[in-house]
């Protein structure tokens, strides 16, 4: 403790504050997050992701959020990865993206500032039974969920405190690498874009379906 104490002077001294403390002055982000209403999410994982970000944004406020509203587009999916030589997997890989929106709450709401998150999880699926594998990925889809609410809150507190619109993430940008599987064509071999984690489905054996093929 005693160590710890004189990296928070230093970190005081250079003006570091932390995103949801109370700073002497400018936007209290923790109090400004209450007052964001959550716009209806559609579907069972949406409606998941819903609550966690009322749980994250409002914690244990009890004011009705009527300052911002807050407009998110999830996307929900899984992939299989460890295929076997039977052709089974060995786990599932759960991912999920969302693309948000704070807006006024007015007559012709205008939007503050939007921004993107995405995360991973997994479930093994070796073994299980019917009714122990879909609990394992109503779980892991909730895990999902808060992560991205918790990402969410915080671009949002971002903003608040800095008014910086977040980066956009661009995914023409992702890599490409070859596929060592697929059939050259008169524009040479196709190529695979990396997934979310940075590694393409060939390199891992999932399914390359969802990520999609290109031709150089």
Not at 5 to 34: E, K, T
Not at 67 to 76: D, S
Not at 176 to 199: E, H, I, R
């Amino acid at each position: 403790m005693r160590r710890a104490l004189p990296l928070l002077l230093l970190l005081g001294g250079c003006g570091f504050q932390p995103l949801y403390g109370r700073p002497g002055s400018g936007v209290d982000a923790a109090q400004q997050l209450q007052d964001v209403y959550v716009a209806n999410i559609p579907g069972r994982a949406g409606q998941e992701l819903r609550l966690a970000l009322q749980e994250t944004l409002g914690g244990a406020s009890q004011q009705a959020p009527e300052g911002y509203t807050l407009r998110v587009a999830p996307g929900f999916g899984a992939q299989s990865i460890d295929i076997h030589p039977d052709n089974t997997s060995g786990r599932m890989r759960e991912t999920g993206s969302a693309h948000w929106q704070l807006y006024t709450v007015a007559d012709i709401p205008v939007l503050l500032a939007e921004g993107d998150a995405s995360t991973l999880d997994g479930i093994n699926t070796q073994y299980e039974q019917y009714f122990a594998l879909t609990l394992n990925h109503e779980t892991a889809q909730g895990r999902v969920a808060k992560t991205l609410a918790t990402d969410i809150a915080q671009q949002v507190a971002v903003w608040f405190r800095s008014h910086v619109k977040p980066a956009q993430a661009n995914m023409q940008d992702r890599a490409s690498y070859f596929d060592p599987n697929g059939m050259p064509t008169a524009n040479g071999q196709p190529t695979q874009k990396a997934g979310p984690d940075g590694v393409p489905a060939a390199a891992t054996g999932r399914d390359g379906s969802p990520l999609g093929l290109s031709a150089p």
